[in-house]
Each structure stands twice: as C-alpha cells, then as structure tokens.
T-cell receptor, first 111, second 110 residues
Framework: EAQVTQNPRYLITVTGKKLTVTCSQNMNHEYMSWYRQDPGLGLRQIYYSMNVEVTDKGDVPEGYKVSRKEKRNFPLILESPSPNQTSLYFC??????????FGDGTRLSIL | KQEVTQIPAALSVPEGENLVLNCSFTDSAIYNLQWFRQDPGKGLTSLLLIQSSQREQTSGRLNASLDKSSGRSTLYIAASQPGDSATYLCAAQYGNKLVFGAGTILRVKS
C-alpha cells in the first residue's frame, strides 16, 4: 500500500530535549516536505527536499533541521525544542508538481 | 507575498445541495493548484490537482476549475452527502513551495 508513515503520532516532551520525528514513504517520490498546522494559521511549510542530499527552507524553518540521506526518509529534527513549537506536524511526498501524499500527522506538545 | 485565501471559512448545507468552495491566490505564476480534504485528527487527502495549463479537473461528484488570470479556483461538489463533511483546503504550488489556504469547514446536514 502506498503510504507516508510518520512516527511518533503523539509526543509530549520538555523544553530543550532533542527530538526527531521520522517520515518514510514507499512511492519512490523525489519531493518530500514538512508542514506545521496551527489554529488560525493553517498549514505552513517548514522544509522541503527535492531529492537525496537536496534540502531547502520553507516559510518557517527556524528551530528545525532536516536531512535526506535516503530517498525514502526525511526526518525532522528539533535540536532544542521550545513551547512555541507545540503543533501538529505533517510530512508529505510527491513526484515533482504531482499530487501530495500526506502522513497522518504527529502531535507535539513541548512543555 | 504569495497568499492563498479561502471563502467561506465555514459552510453548512442540507444534504443533496450543490455547493461551491472558493480559493483565490495573489500570484498567478503557479505550477498547479491542488484541493485537499482533511478529516478531524487525520492527514490531508488529495482530491484534485489542476496543472497551470488546465482549466478544470473532475472526479466523481467533484469538479475543480482554475482561472489563472483572475487568481481563482473553485471546487464544485454536486449532490452533497453527510460523508462530505470535512475541512477542504486548496494549495498553490510556486516553484518548489506550496502555499495553503486556511480551509473551508463544510458540514452537510442529513
């Protein structure tokens, strides 16, 4: 089954404790991206990747890192999380300019 | 700045009614315009994608149109059903980036 898998689905953690949210897709898509969704602000793009070892900033990259060492994986790293990064996060993948396939989301709470 | 706006923010209709959701974008230099559905607690599901060279796309009871010159897209839902209740989002692709609207919350009453 074609899918985008995010883990964990839910996480409660504390300020400053490094965390990684994993994202994996099985559709051989070259394009992958991360979004955060906040009430009243909608979906905003954090980072995207055009292919292995090619990443670039979206609209809200501050406080986040990404890597793309393999085509199927695109982890999101919060090296020193802060409460303002509490949000619902989505990973998505596609062929370039094709329909986006989204994961089920990761709800992060940073205390 | 590239912005996408959706009107209305919320809509409640009786079952069986035809309805139109609106999406407008400030910069007409889009690669494509996508419509998504989001159910509570779930990710987004792609409904329709219209390339910049196309005028419309259809899938079942859904029809999406695109007018680049006026910066508008509409999603038409025919014969609405309670199962259509969800949040509908549009997104414009500019180069390597997608810009989303805030969504329209649709409720179809039985």
């Amino acid at each position: 089954e074609a899918q985008v898998t995010q883990n964990p689905r839910y996480l409660i953690t504390v300020t400053g404790k490094k965390l990684t949210v994993t994202c994996s897709q099985n559709m051989n898509h070259e394009y992958m991206s991360w979004y955060r969704q906040d009430p009243g602000l909608g979906l905003r793009q954090i980072y995207y990747s055009m292919n292995v070892e090619v990443t670039d900033k979206g609209d809200v990259p501050e406080g986040y890192k990404v890597s793309r060492k393999e085509k199927r994986n695109f982890p999101l790293i919060l090296e020193s999380p802060s409460p303002n990064q509490t949000s619902l996060y989505f990973c998505a993948s596609s062929f370039w300019a094709g329909p986006q396939h989204f994961g089920d989301g990761t709800r992060l709470s940073i205390l | 700045k590239q912005e996408v706006t959706q009107i209305p923010a919320a809509l409640s209709v009786p079952e069986g009614e035809n309805l139109v959701l609106n999406c407008s974008f400030t910069d007409s230099a889009i690669y494509n315009l996508q419509w998504f559905r989001q159910d509570p607690g779930k990710g987004l599901t792609s409904l329709l994608l219209i390339q910049s060279s196309q005028r419309e796309q259809t899938s079942g009871r859904l029809n999406a149109s695109l007018d680049k010159s006026s910066g508008r897209s509409t999603l038409y839902i025919a014969a609405s059903q309670p199962g259509d209740s969800a949040t509908y989002l549009c997104a414009a692709q500019y180069g390597n980036k997608l810009v989303f609207g805030a969504g329209t919350i649709l409720r179809v009453k039985s």
